[in-house]
């Protein structure tokens, strides 16, 4: 059984949130223990640091077994919080690797190493240029694990424990990882402009989970896309990233005014056309008419502790143009 972890703010479960309100038209219900949930590791975004919460990260838990996708700086802490545990992780889905959603990859490939009794391989499924991170990283264990090796008889090499794999993201949907459990299903999103994908091999990507419980599809950083809504086609949980709609007429403006100064790609630019504010989050969940939907990735942070404002803003304005349940995730929310 998942268990919400002790942390200073504890969150309520979605089962209680639902308990004290009649549900909303298309919400999905909370599944038995034998289902397919969804574990809100991290729900920051942005790459700044935030004591109150950590960076993007969520495991699908599947009859037990556990799928982590993306994996932010506070992954490892959230993993053990939330009860998972990081040994048991075997399958990794990266959304795209900017470093707010790979941080932590390097903390928990190395602990589940030095931690011992790993029964089954890791493997890191993600955009070009996963499989060379995966590699760098083993190269960063090295060290520690030359010294264990020697000093306390270990014999596990790091080669045969962790694999990265380039999935080859495009408009077209593909299926990454399929087992008994699980089908995983990928498709490139919007968070990099066409003039950057024009200028290299790096993508981004949406990503669906179905089992034969119920779908989950993580949208990943994304502005409004034409694949996600065709990926998240009748989706139980369509979990979001989001924008604060002022900040996101704020950056706009701001990057119109860099490039009139010749700055055409600034941060402000990145901030206003590869992120998605409410109305595209209701529009895709709409178009795609999914179940619910999870707000996560909140951006902005205040980089003090918390948002600049409540979560109920992003509620309230998703709403407008979403007519089933929608949720503000937190870390360690189970759903």
């Known amino acids: 059984m998942l268990a919400m972890g002790s942390l200073a703010a504890k969150p309520l479960t979605v089962l209680a949130q639902q308990q004290a309100r009649a549900p909303a038209q298309g919400a999905a219900a909370v599944p038995p ?7 809100l590791l991290g729900t920051k975004g942005g790459p700044g640091i935030d004591l109150t919460r950590s960076q993007c990260a969520s495991a699908v838990v599947v009859d037990g077994v556990p799928y982590l996708v993306d994996c932010g700086y506070g992954t490892v802490r959230q993993l053990v919080a939330s009860k998972i545990g990081f040994q048991r992780v075997s399958n990794i889905f990266l959304t795209h690797l900017h470093d707010d959603h790979t941080a932590d990859l390097t903390a928990l490939l190395n602990f589940q190493w030095t931690n011992g009794n790993k029964a ?3 493997d890191v499924y993600g955009p070009y240029g996963t499989a060379k991170m995966v590699e760098a990283i083993v190269g960063v264990a090295t060290p520690n694990a030359e010294i264990r090796m020697v000093d306390e008889g270990r014999k596990l090499q790091l080669s045969t424990l962790f694999h990265g794999h380039d999935v080859n993201i495009s408009p077209a949907k593909v299926v990454i990882y399929k087992d008994e459990r699980v089908t995983v299903t990928g498709i490139q999103n919007a968070h990099y402009p066409e003039s950057s994908l024009a200028r290299m091999q790096h993508r981004s990507m949406a990503i669906r989970f179905d089992t034969q419980y119920r779908s989950i599809v993580f949208s990943g ?19 979001c990233e989001v924008q604060d709609e002022a900040q996101h007429e704020v950056m706009v403006a701001r990057a119109k005014a860099e490039a009139e100064a010749g700055n055409p790609d600034s941060v402000s630019s990145h901030l206003a056309k590869t992120h998605s504010p409410p109305s595209m989050v209701a529009r895709m969940a709409t178009e795609a008419k999914v179940g619910t939907v999870v707000l996560n990735h909140q951006l902005p942070g205040t980089g003090k502790g918390g948002l600049a404002y409540p979560v109920s803003s992003f509620v309230d304005a998703v709403r407008k143009g979403f007519a089933g349940e929608v949720i503000a995730g937190e870390d360690l929310m189970v759903i």
């Open 221 to 239: 950083d994304t502005s409004y896309s034409t694949g996600i809504v065709e990926l998240a086609k009748g989706a139980d949980l369509f979990v």
């Open 33 to 39: 223990e034998a289902a397919a949930r969804l574990v």
């Open 120 to 122: 089954t391989p890791t």
